[in-house]
């Protein structure tokens, strides 16, 4: 395999050896779009690439005063079974922030309103077939569930709710019966956190990753 020498150090969120030179669109559905790219090499050569470009997503890790987080039991048809998840949505709404949907999924997915808003981690979730990114927020200062809470529609309205605490969230992880991956992502990310004590980000910080893609 022919290698090439790094070129600089640190993280960047592109690289101009790698241009797209063309794009062709395959599909284009409700949620993803499946195109191929023409991508030139830093030797120059121009290789295909198939991409799903998809709009990116958020979670929301919503722990309360007894380390408690807030999971929910959905359908998904892709898998064909029930999994154990956080509170999410899609960022499918043109150029909407990232805290305002993760705060509308924790509302309208349990009825949940939280005083205090952290960035606890941001995960490619398929680098080698799409760009899917997404954000997952650490939520604090919890609000109780409003009496005229109403479940939403299709697969929402099947939902169960369960408060699990957060050591016992991770235990489920390792034994295989949460497998979701941004949930995965969060609750290891909330649980490393309460660990170690570090800094987390602020809720508006930003994200570089993202919003290269437009």
């Not at 958020?58 to 892709?78: C, E, F, K, N």
Request: proline share 7%.
């Amino acid at each position: 395999m022919r290698r090439f020498p790094l070129r600089r150090k640190g993280f960047s969120v592109t690289d101009p050896a790698y241009d797209v030179v063309s794009s062709t669109v395959h599909f284009t559905g409700r949620v993803i779009t499946l195109r191929t790219d023409d991508v030139r090499m830093p030797d120059g050569a121009v290789v295909k690439r198939d991409v799903i470009a998809h709009p990116g997503a958020v979670g929301v890790v919503a722990l309360d005063d007894s380390d408690r987080i807030m999971l929910i039991r959905q359908y998904r048809p892709a898998v064909r079974c029930y999994l154990w998840e956080l509170p999410a949505g899609l960022l499918d709404a043109p150029g909407e922030d990232p805290l305002a949907a993760a705060a509308r999924e924790l509302a309208e997915e349990v009825g949940i309103r939280a005083g205090e808003w952290s960035v606890l981690v941001d995960v490619h979730s398929s680098p080698g077939m799409s760009n899917e990114i997404y954000r997952v927020y650490l939520a604090r200062a919890l609000s109780e569930k409003p009496d005229d809470f109403v479940a939403g529609p299709d697969e929402e309205a099947d939902m169960q709710e369960q408060w699990l605490p957060l050591a016992e969230a991770v235990a489920r992880i390792l034994s295989g019966d949460i497998t979701n991956g941004l949930a995965v992502a969060g609750i290891l990310s909330a649980s490393a956190w309460r660990a170690s004590g570090a800094p987390l980000r602020a809720a508006d910080a930003p994200w570089p990753a993202r919003s290269v893609l437009g």
